[in-house]
């Protein structure tokens, strides 16, 4: 299952996207992770600032 990414907390810095290892998060007014392409290892979750993402 791919991550879940709170809108309401993510202030769009762009840490999930550089710490992804298979660019399956881009920005746009927040974080959007592609399913097809998440592989559910939590290294976005590990490098949000603001807890904004969960698994």
């Known amino acids: 299952m791919p991550v879940t ?3 309401d907390l993510c202030i769009a810095c762009g840490a999930c996207v550089a710490g992804c290892p298979v660019e399956a998060l881009t920005l746009e007014d927040t974080a959007v992770c592609n399913p097809d392409v998440c592989i ?3 290294a976005c979750v590990a490098t949000c600032p603001v807890e ?4």
């Open 5 to 7: 990414i709170n809108k």
């Open 40 to 42: 559910d290892c939590g």
């Open 52 to 55: 904004a993402i969960s698994q």
